[in-house]
């Protein structure tokens, strides 16, 4: 494998076993890409390929089920269970008017309740999961963990590299929102020849904190936008998982750290039977945090206003709903 400079590749496993100084250069090296491209690829993180595929296994078994009986835990976007084909368009986040995104998603998150109707209503419902394929219950709650403890992990590797207290952001996410997109992109024969300016997901950044992604290779697959090339295809490594920076952090880091637009390409002629599961895992904060933007030295200069993360989020979501 080949990865360009622009998203790096990172071995956690120093961060977990090492010394001092091996824990503060690889914190030293998530920072130096998250200022640079807002993306790395990430080795050494502990969870083990059979978690991975165990959850893509049992959501292929979903998506194979028939449009009438998915039909009966379809959602819309922030909904728990089948987010169908038509109800999200990314690039809207950005203003930017598009087609529907091509693809179809098994959506989960958090689900522990604050005891307030209207944020456990929006923030915390209960997961759904089908009675058709039972395992992906299994497969999903395990896969949660693993992912959540990875998230506060890496956020207490950003905030070392920032050279603050390793619990500066990880003591806004004991109650922390989140949520884990199985995304399906369908190969061409499904989805039909893409209209102009459609994609599997339009540009976008990414709303929280550290996005997690599991992803397969494909020639319809992901692209990040880099200032000195334009759109670039995104490295793979068979054991690595994608992280990503979302507008929250960003913002909390004072603009130190990139939020970056990326977007996955449509299903391509080159490619028509290409079909792909990945399984994205959004990370964020406690719903009612404050989050108040570092100024330098840590920060850049911004007049940022201090912002509540769930109306932050609130907002951006809205803006891709569709239906």
């Not at 950005?94 to 522990?112: H, I, M, Q, Y």
């Not at 920032?162 to 884990?180: E, I, K, P, W």
């Not at 319809?220 to 759109?231: A, D, I, M, P, S």
């Not at 992280?243 to 909390?252: E, K, P, V």
Request: proline share 9%; with cysteine; net charge negative.
């Amino acid at each position: 494998m080949s990865t360009p400079s622009s998203v790096p590749l990172i071995d956690l496993q120093p961060w977990f076993e090492g010394d001092h100084a091996e824990r503060a250069e690889v914190a030293a090296a998530v920072d130096a890409a998250l200022q640079d491209v807002g993306f790395l690829l990430v080795t050494g993180h502990g969870v083990p390929r059979s978690a991975r595929d165990a959850v893509r296994q049992a959501a292929r078994r979903f998506f194979a089920l028939p449009v009438e009986t998915k039909q009966a835990y379809a959602v819309t976007v922030s909904g728990r269970g089948w987010l169908p084909p038509g109800v999200e368009a990314n690039a809207y986040s950005e203003g930017t008017a598009t087609p529907p995104d091509l693809k179809e998603s098994f959506a989960v998150g958090a689900d522990r309740p604050t005891g307030d109707p209207e944020i456990d209503g929006y923030w915390f419902p209960p997961n759904v999961f089908p009675r058709e394929v039972p395992e992906l219950e299994t497969a999903v709650v395990d896969y949660l963990a693993r992912m959540q403890a990875l998230a506060d992990e890496l956020l207490r590797l950003c905030a070392t590299g920032l050279g603050l207290a390793d619990d500066f952001f990880t003591r806004h996410t004991g109650h922390s929102t989140h949520t884990m997109n199985i995304n399906r992109y369908p190969p061409l024969d499904v989805t039909g020849a893409p209209e102009d300016n459609q994609f599997r997901i339009g540009p976008h950044t990414d709303f929280g904190t550290v996005t997690i992604l599991d992803r397969e290779p494909g020639k319809g697959g992901l692209q990040v936008w880099t200032e000195t090339g334009g759109w670039e295809d995104a490295p793979f490594h068979p054991e690595a998982f994608t992280i990503n920076t979302g507008d929250l952090l960003a913002r909390w880091s004072g603009n130190r750290w990139k939020s970056n637009r990326h977007r996955v390409l449509p299903p391509q002629a080159s490619a028509p039977d290409e079909d792909l599961v990945s399984l994205v895992y959004f990370y964020e904060a406690d719903h009612d945090t404050v989050v108040e933007a570092l100024q330098p030295p840590i920060g850049r200069p911004n007049q940022h206003e201090p912002v509540i993360a769930r109306d932050f989020l609130r907002e951006r979501l809205d803006a891709i709903t569709m239906s």
